[in-house]
């Protein structure tokens, strides 16, 4: 987790060790991903639908999650397109 100013929030050094264990158990890469402002972005969404976030705080994390899946499978395809069009992702 990241501070809005780029910077380690306390949580990071949690984060970090819980992916390296992951990594180690399964051998699997972790892809860490920014997640700030999703949950302000879930909260616009359902203001946008006419739905109060107030009270709703599983339903603005599944729409936040959803965000950052997105976000990420765009990165993976603004890479692979760049792959193939010989540029830099």
Known sequence: ???????????AKTVQTFAEKIEDRTGCNVIKWDER????????????????????KTEIDRIAAT??????LDYLRHAENSKIDGRDA
Request: glycine fraction near 10%.
């Open 1 to 11: 987790p990241m501070n809005m100013d780029g910077t380690e929030s306390a949580m």
């Open 37 to 56: 402002l999703t949950s302000a972005a879930a909260e616009r969404a359902m203001a946008e639908m006419g739905r109060s976030p107030k009270g709703h």
């Open 67 to 72: 965000i950052i899946l997105q976000g990420y």
